[in-house]
């Protein structure tokens, strides 16, 4: 007889099959967590499939507009304000053609670029989120050194589980954003996993392919950045465990290039207090 590891292993397998099925899906899914960092990046990771996940609760970590305000201007908005608005109206939209009429959601509003300075708070957050919706899977980050936003949601989403017992975690899956890759962003791909996890490819129809651009050319002032990923795949694995008190890989990492607040040597010093706060069980009010 299969031990229970090995139960639990094709459990786990079964579940992420029927979680990353094509639109539409012929069987039900799972219930659902998305947690993404910025509005569009469900989207980006999601777009082929994003109507199957009409019961899913949405969650957005940052308001999408960096307080520095360089991205405001740069995407021609006279104010923080209308850019974050902006942001949030495409995203509305997005949700309406993909039929997400009675999806819940709710955005943290952490400011962009700062999600990293919260990582025991949004932890936190997460699993009261968790046990709110007992999720079967959660759709989030891979640690990847792209953006500290998006590995903040990895910190967050792997931390909440260790706050939950073993009957509320869910499985958590990973969908590739953009990593530095010889010398560039490489945009779409997982870095290698030391651990063998369940991945999968799923090349797009030519209609899935018209649904995804059809709802990425929705975030009009998004445009150029997403230029830049592929959209003929789609790709998810079962997250690996990681060592969030390191570089995800050799740096530089992606960000380290970028004046986008963070560096890799700081996120890991912040991960590395936000775990030691997380093991005193220091009780933070979510707000």
Known sequence: ?????SALDVLRQDIFTQAVAPAPSATPLPRALLVFAHQDDETIALGARL???????????????????HDSRQHGFATLADYRKARASELCSVLAAAGLTSASRECLRVPDQEASLHLALLSRTIARI??????????????????????????AVHHALDLLPAELQPVVIETPFYHAGGGRAEAGTFLPSAQPVPTVEFRLSPEELRR???????????????????????????????????????????????PWGMTSQEFARLAREAETALSRKISVACR
């Open 1 to 5: 007889m299969p031990d229970d590891n």
């Open 51 to 69: 109507s199957n996940f009409n019961d899913a609760h949405l969650v957005h970590v940052t308001d999408g507009a960096p307080r520095n305000g």
């Open 130 to 155: 968790i046990r709110q919706h007992r999720p079967q899977v959660v759709f989030t980050h891979p640690f990847e050194g792209g953006h500290p936003d998006h590995d903040s949601c990895a910190f």
């Open 212 to 258: 995804k651009r059809e709802l990425l050319a929705l975030f009009i002032s998004q445009r150029q950045t997403l230029s830049g990923f592929p959209v003929e795949y789609e790709r998810f694995r079962i997250a690996p465990a990681y060592d969030f008190r390191s570089p995800p890989h050799t740096p530089p990492v992606l960000y380290d290039n970028y």
